[in-house]
């Protein structure tokens, strides 16, 4: 039952596009969903550079992104470069990311959940999911 509403919800756009997943099984579900998924390793960054590094290597920005937040609100907004019917960014490693630096994870989050009002309006779905290790979830 959880499978079947994880597909349906990745299949769709929707307002809340900041996930927290734990369960491998779950990941592989938003990976059969249909839509594009792309896959960063988040567990060494520490400051923005090494943010943006990571999501545009993930997210296969073009050679003119500069790498700085006004950059990426603008790359998360135009996507032309990967042609799809929605987007997941499976975002690894995230719990060391956040203790490393809250300040940049929380700005990531604003930068994406403003270029979700832009992909909702278009009916596209666009979704962050931070992938949280079993032994650190708190049920």
Known sequence: MQLMMLNRMYNRPSITSIHFLKDAALIESVEK????????????????????SAVSEAMQFPEYFGGNWDALDECLGDLDWLPSSGF???AKGAHKAWSNNPQVMGMFTNCWLEANEYWFEQGIPFHLVFVLPEKDWKE
Not at 36 to 49: K, T, Y
């Open 88 to 90: 997941v960014l499976l």
């Open 33 to 52: 969903s249909g839509v594009s998924v792309m896959e960063c390793d988040l567990s060494d960054v520490h400051d923005a550079d090494g943010l943006f």
